[in-house]
T-cell receptor
Framework: GAVVSQHPSWVICKSGTSVKIECRSL??????MFWYRQFPKQSLMLMAT?????????EQGVEKDKFLINHASLTLSTLTVTSAHPEDSSFYIC????????????FGPGTRLTVT | GQNIDQPTEMTATEGAIVQINCTYQ??????LFWYQQHAGEAPTFLSY??LDGLEEKGRFSSFLSRSKGYSYLLLKELQMKDSASYLC??????????WGAGTKLIIKP
């Protein structure tokens, strides 16, 4: 299956600062990547669908100006949490969707963000 | 609305067999995933079913009935390391993943 990496694996930042999380598809060119968020003891929640070369599609309730997504190449998508607040502390996970049939989804290892 | 139902928690004994059920109601269907997630880690892909029937992968098997909107994950010869949450997710007509809340599986010696 596809290998997906995320960087950083964990980050602590101060309230009001911005944090960038990278998601790389190491051995597969992904036109579609997903960004998820998981709060403690809750299921994964889809934040947005990242499409290479076009604007991301955000889920209802996700602020597009706060969570900036850039999918500039077939192997890299970035999520920037702008003006982070303690309530943004969460586990952020990206995934890639294969283009074959049937389509399969592979997840990155996740990034744990703590905003103090 | 779209809905995925699975039990919140299950307990089983090491060496035994456990079946985790998942029922779904979604707008369209393009497959069903099962994932395993240990606390603090990202989910790990277990299986993907798009056609009716049983798919076996070692100790894990997954079954799908599209007409009944039903799937199950079967775990055999349970090991302590199988203690985790098991997530059922359905791909809808827009290729969006609809997630269940997960089933926490507790394995006892």
């Amino acid at each position: 299956g596809a290998v997906v990496s995320q960087h950083p694996s964990w980050v602590i930042c101060k309230s009001g600062t911005s944090v960038k999380i990278e998601c790389r598809s190491l051995d597969f060119q992904a036109t579609t990547m997903f960004w998820y968020r998981q709060f403690p003891k809750q299921s994964l929640m889809l934040m947005a669908t990242s499409n290479e070369g076009s604007k991301a599609t955000y889920e209802q309730g996700v602020e597009k100006d706060k969570f900036l997504i850039n999918h500039a190449s077939l192997t890299l998508s970035t999520l920037t949490v702008t003006s982070a607040h303690p309530e943004d502390s969460s586990f952020y996970i990206c995934s890639v969707l294969t283009s074959g049939s049937p389509r399969e989804q592979y997840f990155g290892p996740g990034t744990r963000l703590t905003v103090t | 609305g779209q809905n995925i139902d699975q039990p919140t928690e299950m307990t089983a004994t090491e060496g035994a067999i456990v079946q985790i059920n998942c029922t779904y109601q979604t707008s369209g269907f393009n497959g069903l995933f099962w994932y395993q997630q240990h606390a603090g880690e990202a989910p790990t892909f277990l299986s993907y079913n798009v056609l009716d029937g049983l798919e076996e992968k070692g100790r894990f098997s997954s079954f799908l009935s599209r007409s009944k909107g039903y799937s199950y994950l079967l775990l055999k010869e349970l090991q302590m390391k199988d203690s985790a949450s098991y997530l059922c997710a359905v791909v809808d007509s827009n290729y969006q993943l609809i997630w269940g809340a997960g089933t926490k599986l507790i394995i006892k010696p």
